[in-house]
């Protein structure tokens, strides 16, 4: 997308039914990955405050979900001395994975990647009923979201690219605005090598 100079390639999200939807009073909480206050320091918190003057619930980030993660490779690890297994944060690895080298699925851990986890955690947990909307750089997040074995955890994947340009196109901004649970040691998954970091911090 980035090499074709006409601008002709695109690839769909769910931004522009996640703001449709906020406007018609749908209860929408947002998983924010960690990635976005890396990409827009200085945005980050008008954006996120912006959108709650829109409606959004909670602000919940997905470092959160990293660190249950973490925990679920590493109990994993510890209970089957289980080494070399391939994890599974990206959906366009797995999907790979699925369609073309399946003598590989016995390789993935099973473990739901940092977004599925906090998701599963608000739903189980912090017992949220309503939509939830993944704001990342992932543009293969839709695939996980829409996989039937995921069905009705998360509703909307939000680019940063097409919500960035929706935020500045309607002038989106409100009073500065920051996810709700407390970063933990996933803050470190937009840099490569954050599970092996975890496992340091843990096996030393």
């Known amino acids: 997308m980035d090499a074709c100079v006409h601008d002709a390639r695109k690839y769909y999200d769910d931004t522009e039914r996640f703001f449709e939807d906020l406007k018609r009073g749908e209860r929408i ?12 320091p200085k945005e980050y918190g008008s954006v996120l405050g912006g959108l709650k003057k829109l409606g959004v619930s909670r602000i919940i980030s ?18 089957h001395n289980y080494l070399g297994g391939i994890s599974q944060p990206c959906p366009a690895v797995v999907r790979y994975i699925e369609d073309y080298t399946p003598e590989l699925l016995p390789k993935l851990f099973p473990v739901q990647s940092p977004l599925m986890c906090a998701a599963v955690y608000c739903r189980k947990e912090l017992k949220l009923t309503e939509k ?3 704001i990342s750089s992932c543009i293969a997040k839709k695939m996980e979201i829409d996989d039937p074995n995921n069905k009705g955890l ?7 690219d097409h919500l960035m340009r929706y ?18 040691s996933g803050l470190h998954l937009p840099h490569t090598g954050w599970i092996e970091r975890e496992c340091v911090l843990v096996f030393g």
């Open 62 to 79: 997905v470092s959160f979900g990293a660190d249950i993660t973490t925990w679920g490779y590493l109990n994993y690890i510890s209970k």
């Open 154 to 160: 998360v509703q909307y994947n939000v680019t940063f």
């Open 167 to 184: 935020v500045r196109e309607h002038d989106i901004k409100g009073p500065d605005a920051k996810d709700e649970i407390e970063y933990g």
């Open 29 to 40: 909480s947002i998983l924010v990955a960690p990635a976005f206050l890396a990409n827009y």
């Open 132 to 134: 939830l909307a993944f």
